[in-house]
């Protein structure tokens, strides 16, 4: 996988999404313009239809994030693979499929600490909410039933503006997604520059 080419194909999606949600943005202002005293209803309705701008922009930055995470992997992957010389992770686990915490503890044999590297924190971000919105319906990390204390132990989240009293979605728009895309970016080339001096040395 050419991972600078995926990025670029990932930031080109989603620039073009931010246009598409742009254009009916445009038309739902023009809209709410000659209506007089618009019901919320009626406001949802405009916003949240199938092409309606604030679906569009929670779908869009959703499949970013996801499709963000899937390289951010690809990566961790290519990067092992090349370093190690083996598609394996010790002699049975194929590297590609292995999970994270199992990539970042074979590349950590090799040399490469990955929670050091530039955008580490971002990145766990990213992860976060890619698995929020495949595992927990968009919701933060859900509290678990702790027998012991007879009570609910709530989780900790890397995502900013996490409250642990409560039980809530991602706020994920576009901005945020923009960083996210900057800082797998960083990421992913320290991850590589790593790789390539460890290569040298040896």
Not at 20 to 38: D, F, K, N
Not at 156 to 182: A, M, N, W
Request: proline fraction near 2%; include cysteine.
């Amino acid at each position: 996988m050419d991972i600078d080419h995926e990025h670029e194909v990932i930031e080109a999606f989603f620039a073009r999404g931010v246009t598409w949600v742009a254009a009916e943005s445009a038309q739902v202002t023009t809209q709410l313009s000659s209506s007089t005293a618009p019901s919320d209803d009626f406001i949802e309705e405009l916003l949240f239809h199938a092409n309606g701008p604030a679906s569009l922009e929670e779908i869009i930055c959703r499949a970013t994030v996801n499709e963000l995470n899937a390289l951010i992997e690809a990566g961790l992957q290519e990067v092992l693979t090349r370093i190690s010389g083996s598609i394996l992770i010790g002699d049975k686990k194929l590297v590609i499929g292995a999970k994270r915490d199992e990539l970042e503890k074979a590349l950590s044999s090799h040399g490469i600490q990955v929670a050091d590297l530039d955008e580490y924190y971002k990145v766990l971000q990213i992860k976060e909410i890619a698995e929020g919105f495949k595992h927990r319906q968009g919701f933060r990390p859900l509290p678990k039933w702790s027998k012991s204390a007879q009570t609910l132990e709530y989780q900790s989240s890397c995502v900013p503006d996490f409250k642990h009293e409560t039980i809530h979605g991602y706020e994920v728009g576009t901005q945020e997604v923009r960083d996210y895309l900057r800082s797998a970016k960083v990421f992913l080339d320290a991850l590589r520059k790593k790789r390539g001096r460890d290569r040298i040395k040896n």
